[in-house]
C-alpha cells in the first residue's frame, strides 16, 4: 500500500474535527512506516505472490449480492439488503490490521465531508472484512471509530461493516477484482489500498486507488455510479472534462473537452451580449428621435 499523506486531511477548508485528525494522521503513519520498514522484510511472500496484489478492474461486472454475511450487530444479511436505491462505495479491508487500515477508514470518512453528497442520503458504505476471524463486535467498534471522522452522526446507519466466511469472502473479492495474499508468518493481509464504486443494481462503475481520495474523484465517481441521479449541472460539466483513467484510478482532465466548453461559454457569453445590447440600442435611439 502507498505511504502517501492523506490529501483529504490536510485540506483547507475542511471542517474543525477533521483538522484536529489531519495533525494526528500524518504522525501515525510516520510511526506505521517506519515499523513497518524492518517489519516487512520478514514477511514470508514471495516477490511472485506480491505481484499478485492489487485490482483487476472489473468494470461493467456485477457484485454477487446473494452472497451471505454477518452485519455489525451480528445479523445475517445479504449484499442485496445495501443495494436498491444508492449507490454504493465498497472497502475490503480487515479488522485486526496492524498497519495502515486503522488510518484508510477515517481517512475515507474525512474526505467524504468534502463532497456534497451524504452518506445514507445519496450513497452508502460498505466495507467487507477479508479475515474470517473478524466478528461483528470488532466490526461495529471499527464503524464507530471511522464514523468519528464523519461530520453527519444522524448519518450513522449509511454505514455497515460485514464479516462473513472465507468462501464469501473470496467470491466477493474475485468479483471485485481485489487481490490480496495471506503471510501466515506474520498473520497478516497484504492488500491494495482503494475503493469501488458500483450502482444501485450491484454493477461495478469505478475504481479509486490511494489512502484518501480528492473531493473531484469522489464526487464524479458517485455522480456516475448514480447514473447521473445525483449532482448539479456543474458536476455534469465536469463530467464533460474530465475522464476516468483506468490505469491510475482516477479522473484526469480532457484538454479537447475543455477546449470546446471554453469555446461554447465564450459563443454563449457573446451571444447573451449580443442580445442584451440588442435589446436596449432601439430604446435609446428612440429616446433621441423623441427629444429631437
Known sequence: MSGEFPRGLRRAGVPARST???LVVPLLILAIMAFSVGHA???SLTDEELKGVGFTQRLGEHAPLNTEFLDESGQHVTLSDYFGER???LTLNYLRCPNLC???LPSLA????TIPFKLGQQFTVLTVSIDPRDTPEQAESTRATALESYEHPDSADGWHVLTGHQEQIDQLADAVGFQYRYDEEQDEYAHPAGIVLLTPDGTISRYLYGLDFSPNDLRLGLVEAAQNRIGSLVDQVLLTCFQYDAQVGRYTPIAM???RLAGVLT?????GLIGYLALHKPRSTQQETAEG
Open 110 to 113: 474525512a474526505d467524504l465531508n
Open 102 to 104: 486503522p488510518i484508510i
Open 41 to 43: 522484510s520478514a514477511h
Open 20 to 22: 484536529e485528525i489531519s
Open 257 to 259: 473537452n475543455a477546449v
Open 267 to 271: 459563443v454563449l457569453a457573446l451571444g
Open 87 to 89: 449507490p454504493v462505495i
